[in-house]
């Protein structure tokens, strides 16, 4: 089942390399959507795809270590 999600990711994600990181995983998931910063600092992701790309993609991507929460 085709799915949506909208994830804001807080913390010194911007200029680290975290957006390509992100497309990089989503691209091999099979996942179709963006990545972008805002100006706030930090960085959205919106994808589409099956829910359970969508949750292996939560899973890689849900750093919690300095500098990203």
Do not use: S, W
Not at 12 to 21: L, S, T
Not at 31 to 56: H, P
Request: proline share 1%; with cysteine.
């Amino acid at each position: 089942m085709e799915k949506r999600a909208e994830i804001k990711v807080h913390g010194r994600v911007q200029k680290a390399g975290f957006k390509d990181f992100i497309d990089e995983i989503a691209f091999n998931l099979n996942l179709n959507g963006y990545v972008k910063n805002l100006d706030d600092g930090t960085v959205q992701v919106v994808c589409e795809g099956d829910e359970a790309a969508i949750a292996e993609l939560l899973e890689k991507i849900n750093i919690t270590q300095y500098p990203i929460r």
